[in-house]
């Protein structure tokens, strides 16, 4: 398919999508009265009878058949068309043929991936196109990578915004971790990184055992996400310590992420020793937290931040 007629398609069926979206037009399969709004149909049929006026017709599911006017497209996904009337713009069925009657009139293309039925009569002012083929193999298959590292970079962007709205001494705790004890973050973020993916095999490979190696394996990815989001918050806090705002740390250990995000190869290698490094500062800070409450329970005061207790 030529990259015009693949961009004008694809324009027609993000419209269509963002009609159903927003709720616009009906549902119904009665036939329409004079609407300028466009006509959605989930599924089901549409009949625009003759003498009548609507806006674009979109059908996802189910047939359109126009005998009045269409002030706008003719679009059906799953299912044919069937102009009879006046159509201003163009006529698409990405999987059905369409069949234009003698009194039909379009205005635009008339685009199908099935056979396209013209009789005596009917007139097309743009081209008629059958076997169409649409397809966003080659729009994903360039933006993939850059899909994931956005999707990623969102993701780690709102756990950081919960980590600093929800828990704003954890984030100091966490920064501390990782500018005093880089090394044993390093090692215990290893530990449980390695461990855990074994532990939950283990488990799953046992029938006892089965429900929660399940659940261990199903939250590994979450697992390691809030330990990327806990590196991005530490190292960032680590860059802009105190007085600087907590909030300006957090965004700035987040842009270090997402910047090596979008660099293909490295990200993946990038995300997985964050990661386990994240996993790590909060496994040292949590303790830390545990030994300064110990302290205050027995009427000392806490250690030093800088220090590890004990």
């Known amino acids: 398919m030529p990259p015009m007629v693949r961009r004008r398609v694809l324009w027609l069926v993000a419209t269509a999508a963002l009609g159903v979206i ?11 009265d004079d ?49 009879a009337g006046q159509v201003t713009g163009d006529v698409v069925a990405l999987d059905g043929p369409v069949v234009l009657r003698g ?28 076997g169409l083929r649409v397809t966003l193999a080659g729009p994903i298959g360039a933006l ?19 980590l600093v709205l929800l828990a704003p001494r954890g984030v100091e705790r966490l920064a501390v971790a990782t500018r005093t004890a880089p090394f044993a973050s390093a090692a215990w973020g290893t530990a449980v990184g390695v461990l855990t993916p074994v532990v939950a095999v283990a488990l799953a490979a046992s029938i ?19 330990g990327l989001a806990a590196a991005a ?52 800070a949590a303790w830390r937290a545990r030994g300064t409450s110990k302290h205050r329970l027995g009427g000392v005061g806490p250690p030093s931040e800088g220090v590890a207790p004990g």
Do not use: H, Y
């Not at 609407?35 to 979109?58: A, C, F, K, N, Y």
């Not at 013209?118 to 008629?128: I, Y």
């Open 35 to 83: 609407d300028p709004r466009p006509q959605v149909v989930l599924s089901g049929d549409l009949l625009v009878p003759r003498g009548r006026t609507v806006g674009e017709v979109v059908v996802i599911t189910g047939s359109a058949v126009v005998l009045g006017v269409v002030d706008g497209d003719v679009i059906v996904v799953d299912g044919p068309a069937t102009i």
């Open 233 to 284: 918050v530490g190292i960032g806090r680590a860059l802009l310590p105190p007085p600087r705002s907590r909030l300006a740390a957090a965004l700035a250990g987040w842009a270090i992420v997402a910047v090596v995000g979008l660099v293909p190869v490295l990200n993946g290698i990038a995300w997985g020793l964050a990661s386990v490094f994240g996993l790590g500062t909060a496994i040292v």
């Open 144 to 162: 993939g990578g850059l899909l994931v590292s956005i999707a990623m970079a969102v993701s780690v962007l709102v756990l950081v915004g919960v």
């Open 22 to 32: 927003a709720g616009v037009g009906t549902a119904s399969a009665q036939p329409v």
């Open 208 to 226: 006892v055992g089965l429900p929660l190696g399940l659940a261990l394996l199903l939250g590994l990815g979450l697992v390691f996400l809030l």
């Open 103 to 130: 009194t039909a009139q379009v205005a635009g293309s008339v685009l199908a991936r099935d056979p396209v039925e013209l009789a005596d009569g009917a007139t097309v002012a743009g081209e008629v196109r059958e």
